[in-house]
């Protein structure tokens, strides 16, 4: 689907709140002229803007996910996710947090022995690091 048939499908299914309200804004227009009577013209609108177009915008907001996965500030390494809850909570010091987030480097050093080019530790050791320093902020 291009050129026009596709910019007007696009257009639909990502701005349909746009083309919504045009119409009802010409509905509101139009619908004094064809009946003669000048009230329909506010009714119309209010109707249509007020009423209508917020119910269809909540009805077809996408709902979010309560996915703990899907968090933004998880890492996706459960351990790590972990260690910073409890250092965020108060469970553990900062040399206790800095003592076990050295020991998981450790253990995910060894795992990453096996790539030969010896970038993903490189990868972990810097995420981490940045992982500290905003904790630590």
């Known amino acids: 689907m291009t050129g026009l048939p596709g910019r007007i ?11 919504f309200a045009l119409c009802v804004v010409g509905a509101g227009v139009a619908a004094p002229l064809l009946t003669g009577v000048w009230w329909w013209l506010p009714l119309v609108w209010f109707f ?38 409890r250092y965020a909570r108060g469970d553990i010091d900062e040399q206790e947090f800095e003592r076990k987030l050295d020991r998981l480097l450790e253990t995910e050093d060894a795992e990453t022995v096996t790539d030969p080019s010896g970038d993903v530790a490189d990868r972990v050791r810097e995420s981490v690091r940045r992982e500290v320093d905003r904790i630590r902020e």
Do not use: C, Q
């Open 48 to 85: 249509g803007l007020v009423i209508v177009l917020p119910v269809f915008h909540v009805l077809t907001k996408p709902v979010p996910e309560d996915d703990a996965d899907d968090r933004a500030d998880a890492t996706g390494d459960p351990a790590l996710d972990a260690l910073r809850e």
């Open 9 to 19: 499908a696009w257009n639909l299914r990502h701005r349909w709140r746009r083309v």
